[in-house]
């Protein structure tokens, strides 16, 4: 008889909290979706969204926008960077990060990473001397964090702006500090994938007045920055509202209303999603020739995915287990592909790009695979998907499987 195949669904989020359900609903029947569209003496729901995420993340200033791609686009614009800038960045992230320094005009020069999935500082600093660049962009793809005290470090000595960007790391600390508080930026999303759920949208966060003060007026305020619920003072905007262009990039009520009540659960999420990342790296970590990334014990990290390499892997070996492991209804992703599969890619199909040679990322790409950990999953479902992924490796190394 046929070894029954995994049911569970990789893509399938929890429901938005009821709280959620019936806050959209009365708005709904208000009409007012806008952010700007308050009655009189009302304060938004994207504003108070703003407020309580700012106290959260324990920055002065947050922004709330229509995505985490948004937010990067404009910090790098209030940041200084112009078109024609070099912007250094991880070559081991997703499209919408280089997307972002393409989009207003820079070109992104991509860092080496470490078998870690971490940005290699040393390279870091050699491509910042070679290229003049002033600004790095620094994905914490897929959760992983640097070490963030050597970066800030690097980035001091080489005269780098760093910009976060923390779509993977909402909640993630480096000896207790969070994630996004480090650079003078930090970027966050709401995406449906993410560690909160709109659908889309973002936020932006600084304790910088002048840089938020510019974001308000490039995300689209005209001239009601004064009902944002976590904005600088009103004399901060007196000269810049006048030299900002305004790129309409608001998130709307009905996204607040649904994005509220999952920020008063998200730390019990984050405990959640650290429970189930941890049992299956214990599953993963003892199978053969399995390698996991390392965790540095400063490092509090948000397991919604975990990540592991099989050093060796050829490609067609890589392909075949990808496909071992859909015939048995886990579903990996794989960064080694030549060319990008849904959400996966990587540096070499970036043709908006200069191409670049970056051996190490690419070795490492190569044998590197990755599944998501929705908080739909159950403990027991990590123990069925180590024994499904074990099975995929045995047919690998069958004689009828080998590569």
Same mark, same amino acid.
């Given at each position: 008889m046929a070894e029954m195949r995994f049911t569970g669904s990789f893509t399938q989020q929890e429901p938005i909290p009821e709280e959620g359900i019936s806050a959209a609903l009365e708005l709904l029947r208000t009409g007012r979706l806008h952010r700007y569209n308050t009655a009189p003496g009302e304060v938004?729901?994207?504003?108070?969204?703003?407020?309580?995420?700012?106290?959260?993340?324990?920055?002065?200033?947050?922004?709330?926008?229509?995505?985490?791609?948004?937010?990067?686009?404009?910090?790098?614009?209030?940041?200084?960077?112009?078109?024609?800038?070099?912007?250094?960045?991880?070559?081991f992230t997703? @499209?919408?990060?280089?997307?972002?320094?393409?989009?207003?005009?820079?070109?992104?020069?991509?860092?080496?990473?470490?078998?870690?999935?971490?940005?290699?500082?040393?390279?870091?600093a050699a491509k910042a001397r070679a290229s003049g660049a002033r600004h790095l962009l620094l994905s914490n793809m897929r959760g992983h964090l640097c070490d963030m005290d050597r970066l800030m470090q690097v980035a001091e000595d080489c005269g780098l702006t760093v910009i976060e960007d923390c779509a993977h790391t909402m909640g993630a600390k480096w000896n207790g500090r969070r994630s996004g508080n480090f650079g003078p930026m930090g970027c966050f999303s709401t995406q449906t994938y993410k560690h909160m759920n709109s659908g889309e949208g973002g936020f932006l966060t600084t304790d910088d007045p002048e840089l938020m003060a510019r974001a308000i007026i490039m995300s689209g305020s005209y001239m009601l920055y004064e009902r944002h619920g976590a904005a600088p003072a009103r004399e901060v905007f007196e000269k810049i509202r006048l030299e900002t262009p305004n790129m309409s990039a608001r998130m709307d009520n009905l996204r607040a209303a649904i994005?509220?009540?999952?920020?008063?659960?998200?730390?019990?999420?984050?405990?959640?999603?650290? @429970?189930?990342?941890?049992?299956?790296? !214990?599953?993963?970590?003892?199978?053969?020739?399995?390698?996991?990334?390392?965790?540095? !014990?400063? !490092? &509090?990290?948000?397991?919604?995915?975990?990540? &592991?390499?099989?050093?060796?892997?050829?490609?067609?070996?890589?392909?075949?287990?990808?496909?071992? @492991?859909?015939?048995?209804?886990? !579903?990996?992703?794989w960064f080694g592909a030549s060319e990008p599969v849904g959400f996966t890619s990587n540096h070499g199909s970036w043709r908006y790009l200069r191409a670049q040679a970056l051996p190490r990322t690419d070795a490492i790409l190569s044998t590197l695979f990755d599944m998501r950990l929705p908080l739909t999953f159950k403990p027991a479902d990590c123990d069925a998907i180590a024994h499904h992924l074990d099975a995929a490796l045995a047919a690998l190394r069958s004689p009828e499987g080998a590569a």
């Open positions: 938004s729901l994207t504003a108070r969204l703003e407020a309580a995420y700012a106290e959260w993340q324990g920055a002065r200033y947050c922004l709330a926008l229509a995505s985490g791609g948004q937010a990067m686009q404009i910090a790098l614009r209030a940041c200084g960077v112009r078109p024609g800038d070099r912007v250094l960045t991880n070559a997703l @499209a919408p990060v280089p997307g972002a320094v393409a989009a207003i005009g820079a070109e992104a020069v991509l860092v080496e990473i470490t078998e870690d999935l971490v940005i290699d500082l040393d390279d870091l994005l509220l009540p999952q920020l008063d659960r998200l730390d019990d999420a984050i405990a959640r999603w650290n @429970a189930l990342h941890d049992r299956m790296a !214990e599953r993963l970590s003892a199978l053969p020739a399995v390698a996991l990334p390392h965790r540095p !014990e400063p !490092e &509090f990290y948000v397991g919604s995915s975990i990540q &592991f390499r099989l050093p060796g892997l050829g490609a067609e070996a890589a392909r075949q287990l990808v496909a071992e @492991a859909a015939a048995r209804g886990v !579903e990996l992703k």
